[in-house]
């Protein structure tokens, strides 16, 4: 999701860190406390330097910086993903094993550009399930998710990512100690009528199954509870009944859904884990350990290979840790590797003018995916932009991505914040040949 951003900047090879929060919600209590860390021009404790001294809030669209600007060029040999990882049949149709490294997934006999969006919601928390406030999930507005899918059908944005158990609002129940006890009413009702629109829009969904909220300090609003389940990645009894009592079956119900692209395991996590390589916690959150996260990951990505044919992926905040996300740092780290299908980054413009230049631990790579070539990172995996701001000139902003060689690009979003220039990229998907044209599910 969208945070505090910087102004854009003229993209060079640099480094640093510098974010902030600006968090929101569909039904218009506030789910993210607002925080920034300034940057600087000077070096700072980590080695890395910043090219701005402002920090400001920015709405400025993922064209922040010129098309065709040059990449660092630089390989960091520790960034390549050689660990091993599992061989099981994975993904759409079938596909005879994961996807390999390039700007291409595999999805029905075909090697396709994900071109996509975020809904990412009609309310967040409450697609999927009912709660105190109401049952007001997905089965209560099939006509309103209709449009939506149909209108970015018509766009060329095939593939749809849409939130799920986001804070634990709704959809999961809970025992008084908090220990997830399965999957809450309505939630497969409401699946089912995502994916039966969807199927009838001929685009493909990938479910997110937690937002980074899940793990915020706990709220209450007229019963509701907002965040407050850091425990159940931290606690490995909790860890497990949550994979147990409702990640499993709800794989299990939908294993043959055509319409299901992949399942995303969390959206940025990056924001409430304590210990990954310079951390940016949000003053929200309840902050967990790496290796619990991981193992949480670990888990649900096995659980996807052995029970569906959907791709797993997971939403990191930056292409500055994506390194994280990969088996050489599992093994650097002594962590559980987790075996993702399709790598995501999220790209906003506080990202611009930041790189890391030899660090340490994640290596040579500019924040920005208009400058980080794909190859350069040594995935075994592709890559898909998962998030970024395409209000405006979306034509030239696309050029950048495939030419850098990142396999996919959902926009941010249709129905939360920012606007989605449609026309401008159907009119580059009409461009792209076969390249974008996914088959039906």
């Known amino acids: 999701m969208p945070r505090l951003r910087r102004p854009p900047l003229l993209v ?20 993210a406390t607002g925080t920034s860390d300034a940057a600087s021009s000077s070096t700072t404790t980590d080695g890395s330097t910043s090219l701005t001294g402002e ?32 061989d099981a049949t994975t993904g759409p149709g079938d596909t005879d094993g994961p996807p390999g490294p390039g700007g291409t997934v595999p999805v029905g006999g075909g090697d396709f550009f994900l071109l996509g969006a975020n809904l990412p919601w009609k309310s967040y928390g ?42 634990g609002r709704a959809g999961v129940d809970f025992d008084d100690g908090g220990v997830p006890l399965g999957v809450g009413e309505h939630v497969f009702e409401d699946m089912d009528e995502a994916l039966a629109r969807a199927s009838a829009a001929g685009v493909y969904l990938v ?71 310079d951390p940016s916690v949000d003053g929200g959150a309840e902050a967990v350990a790496l290796a619990d996260f991981a193992a ?13 044919d959907a791709y797993v992926t997971l939403g990191s905040a930056s292409l500055k840790w994506h ?28 990202m611009d003018g930041q790189a890391y230049d030899d660090h340490p631990e994640l290596g040579t ?15 075994a995996r592709p890559m898909v932009v998962g998030e970024l701001a395409l209000s405006s000139d979306a034509g030239a902003t696309l050029d950048v991505i495939l030419s850098r060689g990142y396999a996919g690009a959902w926009p941010w979003s249709l129905n939360a914040d920012f606007s989605i220039d449609a026309a401008g990229v159907k009119a580059w998907s009409d461009g792209q040949g076969a390249l974008t044209q996914l088959p039906p599910p």
Not at 12 to 31: E, M, P, Q, V, W
Not at 370 to 378: H, K, M, N, S
């Open 12 to 31: 060079l090879l640099a480094a640093g860190l510098a974010c902030g929060d600006a968090g929101r919600d569909a039904t218009g209590t506030s789910d």
């Open 55 to 86: 920090t400001t809030s920015d709405a400025g669209t993922s064209a922040g910086t010129s098309p065709g600007t040059t990449s660092p060029g630089t390989t960091n040999p520790g960034t390549t993903d050689s660990a091993t990882t599992s």
């Open 126 to 167: 409450g697609d999927f399930g009912g709660n105190n406030w109401g049952v007001y999930g997905v089965h209560t507005k099939g006509a309103e998710i209709a449009s939506d899918l149909g209108a970015l059908a018509g766009d060329d944005m095939r593939v749809v990512r849409w939130f799920v158990f986001t804070d």
């Open 323 to 350: 390194r994280v996300w990969t088996p050489a740092f599992a093994a650097e780290r002594g962590l559980p590797v987790i075996d993702l299908d399709i790598y995501q980054a999220h790209y906003y413009s506080w």
């Open 296 to 308: 949480l990951c670990a888990s649900v990505a096995d659980e996807v290979h052995a029970r569906t």
């Open 207 to 277: 479910p997110v199954l937690l937002d980074f909220h899940w793990a915020f300090w706990a709220s209450y609003d007229n019963g509701v509870q907002m965040g407050g389940h850091a425990d159940t990645i931290s606690d490995p009894g909790k860890r497990a009944a949550l994979v147990d009592a409702v990640i499993a079956p709800l794989l299990d119900h939908y294993a043959d859904a055509p319409a299901i692209l992949a399942w995303e395991i969390m959206n940025e996590p990056e924001w409430v884990l304590a210990d990954i390589p």
């Open 365 to 379: 790579v500019a924040f920005s995916p208009l400058v980080q070539d794909y190859g350069a990172l040594g995935l």
